[in-house]
């Protein structure tokens, strides 16, 4: 298992831009993509993003235009910027390894606070 840590959360503005990052160690060798998901307070968990072994990204409707996300494989790292944050953006944000059955691990998150 290689479990992913999160980090680059914290609190912005309206409109203000964050890079989150995702490190799993020997992801990439294992053939995984990876996702990120996201839970307000009080919501189900929704997914964001997610990018493939071949590089293929995908992204929710909320977020098209304003997130992208990226991936580093000589750092097992993957990043998500985000771009012209709303308050709606706020959540826990984690990543999870995913393809393959056996790329299924999470991180613990990490928190993105939007308010003025």
């Known amino acids: 298992q290689v479990r992913p840590v999160e980090s680059g959360g914290g609190l912005v503005q309206p409109g203000g831009s964050l890079r989150l990052s995702c490190t799993a160690p020997g992801f990439t060798s294992n053939s995984c993509g990876m996702a990120w998901y996201r839970q307000a307070a009080g919501k189900q968990r929704e997914w964001v993003s997610s990018i493939s072994t071949t590089g293929t990204t995908a992204y929710v409707a909320s977020v098209k235009g304003r997130f992208t996300i990226s991936r580093d494989a000589a750092k097992d790292t993957v990043y998500l910027q985000l771009n012209s944050l709303k308050p709606e953006d706020t959540a826990m944000y984690s990543c999870?390894?995913?393809?393959?059955?056996?790329?299924?691990?999470w991180g613990q998150g990490t928190q993105v606070t939007v308010s003025s």
């Open positions: 999870k390894t995913t393809g393959a059955i056996w790329c299924n691990d």
